[in-house]
């Protein structure tokens, strides 16, 4: 099963869980989800799985570059599928409802000048912003 383009070799096996996990991530309507609502998800897909056997398979899945973890202030970590190399994207962060937005980057990603950069190969970039949405700004300037 290819369900997203891998950064690195595939040297794990795709088990029945760990399709099953893959499955409930694309099926989706949420982009970011936490490892419980992951869980829950694919619980419907394969019953018996646990949730340890998902925690294991989203680190797999994040070390082999097909998720990407999201920590996020005051919120459980969630993942996201990593589609292609041209899925870099910025993230809007509202620090009141935890809504989060994602815009395209239009722009080529240039490194700063340094000689510990000078052979780093970009292959993927995320951009993070943090404030408030436009339904919960107002609520933050009253209190």
Request: hydrophobic share 35%.
């Amino acid at each position: 099963m290819k369900s997203a383009t891998v950064k690195k070799k595939q040297d794990f096996k795709w088990t029945p869980q760990r399709k099953a996990i893959i499955t409930a991530i694309k099926n989706s309507k949420k982009k970011h989800l936490s490892a419980e609502e992951i869980y829950l998800i694919t619980k419907k897909i394969l019953p018996k799985i646990g949730l340890a056997t998902v925690y294991r398979a989203l680190e797999l899945f994040c070390e082999n570059g097909i998720l990407q973890k999201l920590n996020l202030p005051n919120q459980p970590i969630k993942y996201e599928i990593l589609k292609d190399d041209s899925n870099s994207h910025c993230h809007y962060v509202c620090l009141e409802c935890g809504k989060i937005y994602e815009v395209p980057i239009q722009q080529e990603l240039t490194l700063p000048v340094n000689e510990n950069l000078k052979d780093f190969k970009i292959v993927n970039s995320s951009y993070w912003y943090f404030g408030y949405c436009k339904k919960c700004k107002d609520k933050v300037n009253e209190k």
